[in-house]
Structure formats: structure tokens, C-alpha cells
């Protein structure tokens, strides 16, 4: 970043951005303070401001890009999310102003309706979900209640970045700040067994499952989380499946079968989608469901193929990037070769990433059936120095929480692809 960054201490009645007034600090973290604003109309908001000044320079490029995703992703027309209304620079600190919540986040909530609740939050994480966004830190502190009580998600940004325990430790130089984090992080992002993890829905509905048994029980499930020591034991248990099953059954037995799909170690065998969280919630006597309107459906006109496919980066260097598959298939091709941008390697659909040690050279292979105009994506790529002429990926290609492998699956308009930490939607048009 070429731009200069200078410290920005703001107390109450300094102006931000020229236009917001600070009426108090809600709170700070790592990377950012949060302020109560007041804009010339009178109008209260929340702004979030990232403390540049404190990080260093090596990656405060990459902290902007995650930051300005943030606001993107608060763009999505969901009523479950916090909106992004306005964005800008003061002393080359980028800042953020969203809607403010007056009634403060769940730890704060007493004698909570905990399925209406619960089903908002999932309703949150569907929306972000169907836009190729996964929340990657759900936990009570990033659920806030608007003026009528009504849950949405906040702080899907840096906050749930996988580099989060680095910079804390090695910038901030807070190593205690971590132990929240693991608290609601699933054994594959904890311990990834290949590389880094690729971070799936199921990571948000494992945690969840964590935080809905908090919020019942008023423990954590895997055990206490005061000091370091504790850390080790939590996520053995975790990774063992190890939980107090007793004690949710005698505070609300309604909760145990989707607590228990939520919890399971591994995200194979876990709820998938939301959808099957959904499904396995308690009754709800208000009937909120007819309040949800997805922000996809299957009427969207992203849904219905006109004059073929594409693929569009929904999170990654390149968000907003859109493929048309179509167009990339020359000269009687049907075959599309996905991988990281590298001059070694001739990829038709050549993926950058911020860390592109997660996405293989030759990552995926896009295929299409001419006979019946379906396409499919297999992991890997024919390679002639490989064992048996198949080269596969590092860290291993999802459609939507569905691990794929050499043999193939089919995708369609709606299907979110990942691939390292990039995600592509699948459209028609």
C-alpha cells in the first residue's frame, strides 16, 4: 500500500470521514475499533474502523482486500445480515458504517426464544452460503438484535480469516486472544490433514452447534477454555466427539438431534447444508418461516440456462470475475483445465489467489456432456508423470460441502465451488 497511514485516536464529538459523529466506542479487537455514529441527519449507524496503523506493513494490503470484501458481503440482500451502507479512508485507515444494533449481540440476550433465534442465524448463514460466503468465526458476540429482537450476523470479514492466530500472535503479540477462536472452530480447521483446510458451510454449522449448546447449557461443549493448557483438551474432545450430551437433554431435549449432527468431528459425516439444520430444528409456534425470503431461489435468473454457464468469484482476489464456460471451449473442446495462475502450466481457467500455495497447478478438470449439455467438475488433472496419470489436488475440490474426486460429479446454476479459498458460483445465462 502506497497510501500513508496515520494513527487515529477518536473520542466523542470527532467527526469521521467529515460526515459521521462519534457518540461512543462500542468496542475494539485486533485489527479494528467500532464507534456509534451520528451522520448529518441524525441518523445512527455503526462504523468500523481498521487499525492500520498498528499492523504491519507486509499485510496490511491483504487485510484491506478482506476488509473490503466485508463490505461487499454485508451488500447481500438478505434481512438476516447487517448492511453495509457506506465505506472510506480517514488518515488512510479504511472504515466501514453499517446499521446499528441497538439491542447488542446474544451474550446479552436474556431469556432468549432460542428457536426463533436460532433459526434467524440460520437463515443468515443460508443467504451468505447461497453467495459463495462462508462466516468462518459464528460465535454469540457476532450475532446482534436489531430494535424489534430480530437475529443477524455481523463480523464476516477479518475476523474468521485463517490467518488470524498468526497476525495475533506474531503482530499483536496477544496470544490469549486466540482461545475464543478455537472454541467454535471444527476439528478440520483446527488440525487440517492436508495443506490448509478448505473452509466449507459445514464449518459455520459446526459452530453453530457449539453455539446453540452455549447458549442452552451455559458451557461451552468440549470443556472450559481459560488458559492454554485447556486448549489441548478441547480440541481432542472435539475431534473425538466427546460432549455433555446429559446436560443439553436436561435443558432442552428439543435441541439434541441437531446439536448432535452439528457437533459431529467429521464434517463428512455432519450436517451438510442448511437446510438439514433446518430441518431438524424445534417446531417454531409463530410459524417464522414465512418470513424468510432466500436470497436465491430457483426462479433467480442466475438459475436458468439461456446460452450456457459461468462461473463467478464470489470470494478471492479476483471477486466479482465471471467465466463463461462456453466461450472457453475451442476448436471442439470439452474439456476445461482449472488450476493457479502459474506460467508453467496452461490452464484455460487460471484461478489467483492471495496465498496460492492453497490452490494446486493442476487443481480441477471442467468437462461437458455435448448429448446432454450437463457439465462435470473432477478433481485433479490428466498427468503423464503421475502413478496412474491422474494428477490430484493438494488440498481437495467442493461442490458446496460435497468433497469431489477423480470420477466426477455434475454441477448446476446454484452450486458453489471451492477451490483452496476461492469460491466460484455456478450461473447460467
Partial sequence: MGTVVQRCDFGKGDRIGGKYRVENELGEGSFGKVFKVKDSKGDIYALKLLKLWEVHPDIRQQLVDRFDMEFETGRISSNYLVHSLDHGLVEGNPYIVMEFCPGGDLLQLRNPDLTKIGKQVLYGLKDLHACGKVHRDLKPENVLLREDGSAVLTDFGISGDRNKRMTERNIMGKPTQIFGTYAYMPPEQVKPKRGDATVLPTTDIFSFGV????????????????????????????????????????????FCKVIEGCLMPDYKERLPTIDKVLELMPDDSKNINSSYKPTYNDNAPQMSIHNGVLLRIMQGEEYGRTYKLDELLHGGRRVITV????????????VREEESCYISRKHCTLEVDFSTGQWYIRDGQWDRAATDNWKHSLNGTYVNSTEVTGYGIVFRPGDIISIGDVKLRVEGY
Avoid at 229 to 239: C, H, K, P, S, W
Avoid at 339 to 350: E, F, I, K, W, Y
Fill in 211 to 254: 453455539m446453540m449448546y452455549q447458549l442452552i447449557t451455559g458451557k461451552l461443549p468440549f470443556g472450559e477454555l481459560n488458559n492454554e493448557n485447556d486448549v489441548v483438551l478441547y480440541i481432542r474432545n472435539g475431534e473425538n466427539g466427546n460432549w455433555n450430551r446429559t446436560l443439553l437433554q436436561k435443558r432442552n431435549v428439543a
Fill in 339 to 350: 488450476g493457479r495462475q502459474d506460467a508453467s502450466v496452461n490452464n484455460l481457467l487460471p
